[in-house]
């Protein structure tokens, strides 16, 4: 397989075991399906450890040559309230595509017993249904999300003929009001959102290779019938809708 992109992702290394000319691999990032409003996919919990923090988490799924990888993008961001606004630094970002691996990064920082003040932000960008919930109960919200069986986007595969995309919401703030921001990104940068966790880079290399080197073959089993072929098959000929030639300008099918 050959990439022709003006990027380069972790699975590149594959290219050093050998090029196959025929099977290209334009490789271009676009944006699709962007939208705003409010989505459960969103929430932010407030705690206190020596300092005011705020943990916001991201429900994503990425789909990779015909199956779904669900993951979640945690974001730990430092609060500073000064005398007209609070100030948010962030200071850890990671990705978890397992509960189990989720699970245990909550239960290094929190003690079991340690209770969260949660909420969501609605379409209008204020707060609602904060509450307290302990880790256990967090854990178990979360395990709904990795065990969804339905794929709603797998027609982008085909759609689109592209070996992977990525589903994210993502929290914003436009005029000081925020918001959640839903798009389907094809092909983006794996490396940037750690897939090497699920996939090493060879076999992620040999996956799209083969899930493109399928793609191609569907469309070259296309065949391509001219229109006057089709006309014929369907019980018409070149006169057909059209005005008899007279005998001077005699018309050949």
Sequence with gaps: ???????QDYYD??????????????????????????????????????????M????YTMGFCGK????VRVEVEKIDVTLHEKVYTLVDSEYFYSLEILDHWLKERFESNHEFVVGSYNYNGYEENKKRIKIKQFVLNAKEFFDKKKFHQEAVFKKHHVPYFLV???YVMDDKKPYIKYQT???PQLKKYRFTQVMPPMQAFQEISMYLGKLNAVE??????????????????????????????????
């Design 56 to 59: 916001m988490f991201y429900h």
């Design 185 to 187: 990104i094809l092909l």
């Design 13 to 54: 290394i594959g290219i050093a075991y050998g090029v196959d000319e025929k099977l290209r691999f334009k490789r271009k990032t676009k944006y699709i399906d962007e939208s705003r409003y409010h989505d459960s996919h969103v929430v932010y919990i407030y705690y206190h450890k020596h300092s005011y923090y705020r």
């Design 168 to 170: 994210e919401y993502d």
């Design 1 to 7: 397989m050959k990439i022709i992109s003006m990027f």
């Design 220 to 253: 070259d089993n296309m065949v391509t019938i001219e229109d006057k072929y089709l006309a014929q098959g369907k019980g018409f000929d070149c006169y057909s809708f059209k005005k008899m030639p007279s005998k001077r300008k005699e018309k050949r099918c």
């Design 68 to 71: 779904r990888y669900p993951f």
